[in-house]
């Protein structure tokens, strides 16, 4: 039901957006950023609904936690860089949308690379052996 409101939401923000660049285009930039929040909290509601179910899957895998915790941030720093390169793309600054896009993708490797040290150990250890 969230994504219906959200959809909803969005459209009409979108048509009012639209209506409001052609009168006063400083409002149109407001509403666009306004909206965009207002869905990103319903992101935030269905992002703990996946954190819960991802944390018991866990449980099932015998993952480590800190693997789990890694996969979570990894997905939020995509989708906030995501939405904040969006906003800037719509209010006309390409060139910060792009950074965003690049810092996002440089911290997803940083944050990565615990799992990939682990798993070049593994390898090690099992060709080693």
Same mark, same amino acid.
């Given at each position: 039901m969230e994504v219906?409101? $959200?959809a909803v939401m969005g =459209? $009409? $923000? #979108?048509m009012l957006a639209l209506y409001m660049k052609s009168v006063r285009p400083e409002y149109s930039s407001m509403i666009s950023i306004g909206a965009g929040i207002f869905i990103f909290?319903? #992101?935030l509601i269905c992002l703990q609904k996946i954190t819960g179910s991802i944390? !018991?899957?866990g449980d099932y895998l015998s993952v480590s936690p800190v693997y =789990?915790? @890694?996969l979570l941030r990894i997905t939020g720093i995509a989708y906030i860089c995501d939405f904040a390169s969006c906003i800037c793309k719509d209010a006309g600054y390409q060139? @910060? $949308?792009s950074q965003i896009e690049i810092l996002g993708?440089? !911290?997803i490797v940083v944050m990565s690379l615990p799992v990939l040290q682990t798993l070049m150990s593994a390898i090690t250890e099992f060709m080693g052996a």
């Open positions: 219906i409101k $959200a =459209i $009409a $923000a #979108a909290g319903f #992101a944390e !018991t899957l =789990i915790r @890694i060139a @910060i $949308a993708k440089l !911290t």
